[in-house]
C-alpha cells in the first residue's frame, strides 16, 4: 500500500491550504489519518476520519481551522485548513489503517497507523 500526499506550499498566515492524500496499491482499514512534525519537536496527532466520514476526531490545537473529509471509494482523505498560524508550519503526513485493525475509533498515537504517506511541507509565513 502507498500513500500519496500532496497540497502543501507557503501560505501567508490567515490564508487557507487543502492536502490530499490518495491510497492506492492495496486495501486499507477504516481509518486514515494526519499528523505533522515540525523541526525539532515529535510527530503530533491531527486530525483522523472513519472513512465513511461519519466519525471523525480533532487535536485540540486545530478544532474549529481544520476540516478532514474523505471521498471512500477514492481511498482519499482531504484536509482542508484554514486560518493558518505559523504555528501550524510542519511536514505533514498522512497515514492509515491496516485492514487487520478492527476498532471503533482511529487513536490518536502514530502506532495506532500501519501505512504513511511521505510527507508534505506547509510552511506559513507571519
Known amino acids: 500500500v502507498q500513500l500519496q500526499a500532496s497540497g502543501g506550499g507557503l501560505v501567508q498566515a490567515g490564508g487557507s491550504l487543502r492536502l490530499s492524500c490518495a491510497a492506492s496499491g492495496g486495501h486499507i482499514g477504516n481509518f486514515m489519518g494526519w499528523f505533522r512534525q515540525a523541526p525539532g519537536k515529535e510527530r503530533e496527532f491531527v486530525a483522523s476520519i472513519r472513512r465513511s466520514g461519519i466519525v471523525n476526531d480533532y487535536a485540540e490545537s486545530v478544532k474549529g481551522r481544520f476540516t478532514i473529509s474523505s471521498d471512500n471509494r477514492a481511498k482519499t482523505v482531504f484536509l482542508q485548513m484554514n486560518n493558518l498560524s505559523p504555528e501550524d508550519s510542519a511536514v505533514y503526513y498522512c497515514?492509515?489503517?491496516?485492514?487487520?485493525?478492527?476498532?471503533?475509533?482511529?487513536?490518536?498515537?502514530?502506532?495506532?497507523?500501519?501505512?504513511w504517506g511521505q510527507g508534505t511541507q506547509v510552511t506559513v509565513s507571519s
Open positions: 497515514a492509515a489503517h491496516g485492514t487487520w485493525r478492527r476498532t471503533v475509533v482511529a487513536g490518536r498515537g502514530s502506532a495506532n497507523y500501519d501505512y
